[in-house]
């Protein structure tokens, strides 16, 4: 009896195309979102370093990890607005670290939607790889992801499923939280690496506690900080050109660490969908 003819495979490269197309209108829609909402942010605070509550137009949007993050510790995972100084985290390297201090930005809805530029970046649960993040991971469209040895901001990776710009429930009050070191460094949030607060100069006073920072490090101690590892990120035309390449991947290698990491997640994103 012939052996019977297995049946074959999902149309891998239909559901490919598929997702590429997906992702890069969600890309397109990013991009055009940040050409139109160049910072600005209905509820945000006008002077960070007042406080919160109060309404107005923000330097720009936040770059932290949203409330309820939890963060690998030498205790274990603690959700990130209760750590505090002289906590040890973990970092990438597998060094505990102890905290020199929390930035806070704090803002209220004033209108009836949040304005774009302060909504966070969802990465959903096991969006990288089949093991992170743990859980759905929420933080701000600059705060950078480390991975294959680079930092890549989630605005960069947005693919309209697995990483979007997304709310855990209806909140009338956004709390993001940044976690300074000594260094600039990479830990781990929700399983994910994610970066540190880089602190140049006196960029500390974006912070709506900014004015905290500056008592406590009066002499201008920690006031640069060497990178931990080089940025990369798109903008502007070089944004819609990394398009045109994703939208024939069969025949163009991708050009840089970003694209081969976007092909990734694209990739794992219809994989979850399956």
């Known amino acids: 009896m012939p052996p019977r003819e297995s049946r074959p495979p999902v149309d891998q490269a239909r559901r490919h195309f598929i997702g590429l197309a997906a992702a890069a209108s969600a890309r397109i829609a990013a991009l055009g ?17 007042r406080g919160p509550g109060q ?23 603690t959700v990130i607005e209760d750590l505090r100084m002289g906590d040890l985290v973990k970092t990438v390297r597998g ?8 930035g806070r930005h704090v803002y209220r809805r004033t209108s009836p939607t949040w304005n774009d530029s302060v909504v966070p970046i969802r990465i ?20 950078a992801l480390y991975v294959d040895g680079v930092f890549i901001r ?6 309209g499923t697995s990483v979007a710009p997304a709310l855990p429930g209806k909140l009338d009050v956004l709390e993001f939280y940044h976690i300074v070191l000594a260094t600039h460094e990479a830990v781990l949030a929700e399983g994910a690496p994610v970066e540190t607060f880089l602190v140049e100069g006196s960029n500390y006073e974006e912070f709506t506690n900014g004015a905290e ?9 920690h006031s ?18 990394a398009l045109m390449r994703l939208a024939t991947r069969q025949l ?17 994103s219809a994989e979850l969908a399956l």
């Open 55 to 77: 309404g107005g137009v923000g330097k720009g949007p936040p770059m932290c990890l949203l409330r309820g993050t939890a963060i690998l510790t030498s205790k274990g995972e």
């Open 213 to 221: 920072y500056a008592r406590l490090y009066p002499a201008g101690e």
């Open 224 to 241: 640069s900080m060497k990178p931990f590892a080089k940025t990369v990120g798109y903008g502007g035309r070089e944004h819609l050109n």
């Open 154 to 159: 989630p605005k960069d990776l947005i693919n």
């Open 95 to 102: 060094e505990l670290l102890p905290v020199i201090w929390m």
């Open 252 to 268: 163009v290698r991708p050009r840089s660490p970003l694209e081969d990491v976007y092909m990734r997640v694209v990739t794992r």
């Open 33 to 49: 979102a940040t050409i139109a909402s160049p910072g600005s942010a209905k509820g945000a605070s006008k002077h960070p370093g």
């Open 124 to 143: 959903r649960r096991f969006a990288l790889d089949k093991q992170t993040p743990r859980k759905d991971l929420y933080l701000s469209s600059g705060h």
